[in-house]
């Protein structure tokens, strides 16, 4: 049974969202990070941090940067504005939470995959471009 960590630190603005956790002395190399518009997960044995977002950020433009003992999240926010609280309202529903990690899983690997199948075709368009200048 994982150890829930609730020593994190949070700061917004309206455009966005600071979370400091810290990583009681693990090495950066060993902590799992997942990020999704909605979810964060943090996990280094045995210490879990995961948090339901109150609204959706910009997945793509945030960062996470782990070092000096803490990992450091600048999380983009979709909507400006200031939220008050970090977590959604129903954070406590067990079933939710299990819906919503569910739910965050299946959007990752939709995102993996249309990535995958981007790079897939940026490679072939770059071997014709190749093989069309090669002939001319």
Same mark, same amino acid.
């Given at each position: 049974?994982?150890?829930?960590?609730?020593?994190?630190?949070?700061?917004?603005?309206?455009? #966005?969202?600071?979370?400091?956790?810290?990583?009681?002395?693990?090495?950066?190399?060993?902590?799992?990070?997942? %990020?999704?518009?909605?979810?964060?997960?943090?996990?280094?044995?045995?210490?879990?941090?995961? %948090?339901?977002?109150?609204?959706?950020?910009?997945? /793509?433009? &945030?960062?996470?940067?782990?070092?000096?003992?803490?990992v *450091?999240?600048?999380?983009?926010? /979709?909507?400006? %504005? *200031?939220?008050? /609280?970090?977590?959604?309202?129903? #954070?406590?529903?067990?079933?939710?939470?299990?819906?919503?990690?569910?739910?965050? *899983?299946? !959007?990752? !690997?939709?995102?993996?995959? /249309?990535?995958?199948?981007t790079?897939?075709?940026?490679?072939?368009?770059?071997? !014709?471009?190749?093989?069309? &200048?090669?002939?001319?």
């Open positions: 049974m994982p150890i829930v960590i609730k020593d994190y630190t949070w700061e917004e603005t309206e455009k #966005t969202l600071y979370i400091t956790i810290p990583l009681k002395g693990v090495r950066p190399n060993k902590v799992d990070i997942f %990020s999704i518009e909605t979810y964060i997960k943090v996990h280094y044995p045995p210490y879990l941090f995961e %948090s339901f977002l109150f609204e959706p950020v910009y997945d /793509q433009k &945030s960062t996470a940067q782990v070092g000096n003992g803490v *450091v999240f600048k999380l983009e926010k /979709q909507t400006p %504005s *200031v939220w008050g /609280q970090l977590q959604h309202p129903q #954070t406590d529903d067990r079933d939710w939470q299990q819906n919503q990690r569910q739910l965050a *899983v299946e !959007r990752y !690997r939709e995102r993996a995959e /249309q990535e995958k199948a790079k897939v075709d940026a490679k072939r368009d770059c071997d !014709r471009f190749g093989v069309k &200048s090669q002939m001319a």
